[in-house]
């Protein structure tokens, strides 16, 4: 155990911790959890993930072994990776010197980056991509992030390159999270399924029996996973909502592809679980419309990682791979 680092992962709705070994490659102990304080702002979230990467330290019994603090976070930071530009979910992030108030309080070196690119670099380390050259990543959960590696490194633009939530697949479609219409992540995210399926049970009730039982009839209930096992159980409007919203997911992939020329795209997040789902309604769509150039030639894959890629890709930030 000689390259041991913290990782730490400020997600939207949970806060993540726990210590890493780059050696072996494997999480030692248990990972710390809690729900995001949403309602406490900036520093209450930031106590409480001390409070967490303290407890992954305890677990290990040997905190002085551990070298530096991995900090993967949920929202685009500064373009020299020490600060905080925004958080659409915490309040008051805005400007936050992170990295500097983690290395005092671990004190240690830390490092930092958005959530999508620790993805992108986790899933192409740890994923089983490490032989590639050229990866694309799409996270598609509460929100939807992304990350590109090109020539074994991480693609940063001028800093937030790697959105592709916001790339735009309808003008006139719903309002998305940062305020415009009709981004990717309007309509294929964890919010806007469930925003769709709260529509459908309110409108035509009638067109979805499942969720109406699944929810209870209370639309404040419905989640994307709701709305998924309603579309399993062929509720008409379910099906129309997942279709449409993985149908958008698809022409993003091929797109991008047609714009990157990647060898794979990985897609990650917690609605890829429903794997059953992504064959019925994404891959189709994918192989129709792929490119002619581009078949057999890049790869569209469903991560297999189940959520690790953002903190095994955290501790990776302390290495030369994340420059
Ligand atoms: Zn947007």
Known sequence: MKDLVLALDFGG?????????????KIIGPVIQQPTPVTEGAGGTL??????????LAVLGQPQLVKAVGISFGGPVSQDR????????????NGARLVDEI??????????DNDGNVAALGEWWFGGYRKLNNLAYIQVSTGVGGGFIFDRQLYRGGGLAGEPGHYI??????????????????VCSGWAIAREGRQAISIKPGSCPALVRLSENQPGKINAAMVFEACRALDPACIQIV???LNNLAITVINLITCLDPQV??????????RDIFEKYFFPVVTEQMHPFFKGRCMVEISAMNGSELLLGAALLTTEKAL
């Open 103 to 112: 290395s005092r309080a671990f004190k240690l070196p830390a490092f930092m």
């Open 82 to 93: 020490k600060s905080v530009l925004l958080s659409n979910h915490v309040a008051n992030w």
């Open 169 to 186: 697949v309808d003008v006139n479609g719903p309002q998305c999270s940062c305020g415009r219409q009709g981004c990717l992540e309007s």
């Open 13 to 25: 709705t949970k806060l993540a911790a726990a210590v890493i070994d780059l050696g072996t490659e």
């Open 47 to 56: 106590q409480a993930m001390i409070h967490c990467g303290e407890q992954a």
């Open 243 to 245: 279709s449409g919203a």
């Open 265 to 274: 795209v990985v897609i990650g997040g917690g609605l890829t679980r429903s």
